[in-house]
Nanobody
Framework: QVQLMESGGGLVQAGGSLTLSCAASGSIFSPNTMGWYRQAPGKQRELVATISTGGTTKYADSVKGRFTLSRDNAKNTVSLQMISVEPEDTAVYFC???????????WGQGTQVTVSS
């Protein structure tokens, strides 16, 4: 089993910035992919960004140019830097971990991000 610990959510004004972090522990396997999905009220969970151990990234079109995902393979952590946030970014953000971006088996509890206008 892999456990994911998320941190960094909160309330931020539109146009501001926020960083989310996630640390994986337990039976870590490599290579792997980590990243973030989000779910807004009344909507389906959607991709934000993922990154492989090799550094290959995948971003949702809605966050390209505003969000940057990075990882530290030695520490099994990922960080999502969010700038120029918009009210539409308001959601619960979930950290994920898996073999690749099509097989994300483990999920965190979620952290709330609220962007005020």
């Amino acid at each position: 089993q892999v456990q994911l610990m998320e941190s960094g959510g909160g309330l931020v004004q539109a146009g501001g910035s926020l960083t989310l972090s996630c640390a994986a522990s337990g039976s870590i396997f490599s290579p792997n992919t980590m990243g973030w999905y989000r779910q807004a009220p009344g909507k389906q969970r959607e991709l934000v960004a993922t990154i492989s151990t090799g550094g290959t990234t995948k971003y949702a079109d809605s966050v390209k140019g505003r969000f940057t995902l990075s990882r530290d393979n030695a520490k099994n952590t990922v960080s999502l830097q969010m700038i120029s946030v918009e009210p539409e970014d308001t959601a619960v953000y979930f950290c994920c971990f898996g073999l690749n971006r099509w097989r994300l088996e483990y999920w965190g509890q979620g952290t709330q991000v609220t962007v005020s206008s």
